[in-house]
């Protein structure tokens, strides 16, 4: 009887793949259609949702397979409960990843997203010819940010990285929670002659510690998210604009369903006092020191995590000095750097 139910469940399972690759095919078609007429961006989201649903079937296989090696009868009912639970969960983000690709679409319009990154409109990242004041990347620059239990810091090394043909400066980013090692991510700018400062990809390493080990070692977890240029269909994208102006949408990652950023400028000529709802969370005393009304805040979303937002803040001659997570809420400002006089002067949390 056992032997009956599991042949039963796993054709069962085989119906659902054939009926998801079945879908798959459809949907290609149905988007190819679309994308014949214009609509490369939401013909993108639509083969995307399909993808993730078609990844959905697959965990759920593979967690099936892990559920069936669980020899206590109880713990493996529980452990297949769960898996209908996580389904239920994934397929749900699956459709919000729809929606927010959707109106990202709406923001970005429906051009397909292929940006020329010739080497010919780049500097030399080490002497640009128009240095951007918002996002400066001297060798040696540093910023320290604080978020509660949370220190950030941020340098540029004196390494760079060829790309696409492209040479890259690298920023070294360490993030440490409770004093480990968190996060560690190099990430590659490149200033255009344009005066716009792009961003080429970044190498992510996430790490977890762990209480009992000997020596208390950070342990990589994780390597999402890390994309580059020219590699597996990437793209660049913009980390800060030359000309910014209010309403401006543009893509600053592009790594399909790894890596999918668009910011939105909010602001050019932020100060303290002027905006409420741009005033919410930040503290006065930083944003006073430095905005005189010719700070820029951007919002800024990930395709992949629907609803998540967060505003950066961006003063000349600094760069990023206060990140803020409405949700959280969550509060990343400055607390160090050696890029300005006023460094020296930051107030503390």
């Known amino acids: 009887m056992t032997t009956t139910n599991t042949s039963e469940r796993g054709r069962r399972a085989f119906q659902r793949h054939t009926i998801g690759v079945s879908l798959i095919t459809f949907l290609t078609v149905a988007a190819l259609a679309e994308g014949a007429r214009g609509q490369f961006c939401s013909d993108s989201a639509r083969t995307l949702y399909a993808a993730c649903k078609a990844g959905v079937v697959d965990d759920a296989l593979v967690g099936k397979a892990i559920c069936i090696n669980v020899s206590d009868a109880a713990e493996r009912a529980a452990c297949l409960?769960?898996?209908?639970?996580?389904?239920?969960?994934?397929?749900?983000?699956?459709?919000?990843?729809?929606?927010?690709?959707?109106?990202?679409?709406?923001?970005?319009?429906?051009?397909?997203?292929?940006?020329?990154?010739?080497?010919?409109?780049?500097?030399?990242?080490?002497?640009?010819?128009?240095?951007?004041?918002?996002?400066?990347?001297?060798?040696?620059?540093?910023?320290?940010?604080?978020?509660?239990?949370?220190?950030?810091?941020?340098?540029?090394?004196?390494?760079?990285?060829?790309?696409?043909?492209?040479?890259?400066?690298?920023?070294?980013?360490?993030?440490f929670r409770n004093g480990d090692l968190a996060e560690a991510t190099d990430d590659w700018y490149v200033p255009a002659k344009s005066g716009a400062v792009w961003y080429f990809g970044?190498?992510?390493?996430?790490?977890?510690?762990?209480?009992?080990?000997?020596?208390?070692?950070?342990?990589?977890?994780?390597?999402?998210?890390?994309?580059?240029?020219?590699?597996?269909?990437?793209?660049?994208?913009?980390?800060?604009?030359?000309?910014?102006?209010?309403?401006?949408?543009?893509?600053?990652?592009?790594?399909?369903?790894?890596?999918?950023?668009?910011?939105?400028?909010?602001?050019?000529?932020?100060?303290?006092g002027d905006d409420p709802m741009l005033d919410d969370l930040v503290p006065q005393a930083l944003a006073r020191l430095l905005c005189n009304g010719d700070c820029v805040v951007t919002k800024n979303f990930s395709l992949l995590e629907p609803g998540i937002f967060a505003r950066k803040y961006y003063a000349p001659g600094i760069g990023v000095f206060l990140e803020v997570e409405p949700d959280g809420p969550v509060v990343s400002q400055l607390v160090g750097c050696n890029v300005d006089p006023r460094c020296a002067s930051l107030p503390t949390p």
Do not use: H, M
């Open 81 to 175: 409960d769960a898996l209908g639970d996580q389904r239920e969960e994934a397929t749900q983000l699956c459709r919000d990843q729809r929606d927010t690709r959707f109106a990202a679409c709406a923001q970005l319009g429906e051009s397909r997203y292929d940006p020329d990154f010739s080497p010919g409109l780049f500097d030399d990242p080490t002497n640009p010819t128009k240095p951007n004041p918002y996002f400066p990347l001297a060798i040696g620059d540093r910023w320290q940010y604080s978020a509660g239990s949370e220190l950030n810091t941020v340098e540029i090394v004196n390494e760079t990285k060829l790309i696409a043909g492209v040479r890259c400066l690298v920023a070294r980013d360490l993030v």
């Open 202 to 272: 970044e190498e992510v390493k996430d790490f977890e510690s762990f209480d009992g080990d000997v020596p208390r070692r950070p342990e990589l977890v994780s390597i999402d998210g890390s994309f580059k240029a020219g590699r597996d269909g990437d793209k660049p994208g913009i980390i800060f604009l030359a000309s910014p102006k209010p309403g401006d949408v543009y893509v600053e990652e592009s790594s399909l369903a790894n890596a999918e950023d668009v910011t939105e400028i909010l602001s050019t000529t932020y100060a303290f």
